[in-house]
């Protein structure tokens, strides 16, 4: 499968390595690690429901070439706090970038989890206010 995934930049953050990309490869995106090794991905996409589209549909296409079983995506298989993915639909990749980068730099991002506002499948989400991340 072709994904479009561009590194706009990579920074390091309290000896963390930070990676931005336009774009997204939602099986780098699933099998990235879990306990922080290879430091934090950031995606930034168009629109999220276009993207999960065409994995769908690559996926598929894929499992017929292959004769293997389809799987649809679930949202649920990205669940890792290194992993980002913003959807910067109507403000632009290069200011959304910007924006995230200097909130990084200044540790600008409070100890707060993020939970889905209208469901997994929407890929809306929210920061929620319970500081203590549980």
């Known amino acids: 499968m072709i994904y479009s995934m561009t590194l706009i930049d990579e920074i390091v953050v309290m000896d963390?390595?930070?990676?931005?990309?336009?774009?997204?490869?939602?099986?780098?995106?699933?099998?990235?690690?879990k306990d922080g090794l290879n430091g934090y991905i950031?995606?930034?996409?168009?629109?999220?429901?276009?993207?999960?589209?065409?994995?769908?549909?690559?996926?598929?296409?894929?499992?017929?070439?292959?004769?293997?079983k389809f799987r649809e995506f679930k949202s649920e298989d990205i669940e890792n706090t290194?992993?980002?993915?913003?959807?910067?639909?109507?403000?632009?990749?290069?200011?959304?970038?910007?924006?995230?980068?200097?909130?990084?730099?200044?540790?600008?991002?409070?100890?707060?989890?993020?939970e889905p506002v209208s469901g997994f499948d929407k890929g809306a989400w929210k920061i929620t206010n319970n500081k203590s991340g549980n």
């Open 42 to 68: 950031i995606f930034f996409i168009n629109k999220w429901e276009d993207e999960v589209h065409l994995y769908n549909r690559d996926n598929k296409i894929d499992s017929i070439i292959n004769n293997s």
């Open 16 to 33: 963390i390595p930070v990676k931005f990309y336009e774009g997204i490869n939602f099986d780098e995106a699933i099998k990235h690690s």
């Open 82 to 114: 290194y992993v980002s993915i913003y959807q910067v639909d109507g403000v632009g990749v290069e200011e959304m970038y910007k924006t995230i980068r200097k909130k990084i730099e200044n540790k600008n991002f409070p100890n707060q989890p993020w």
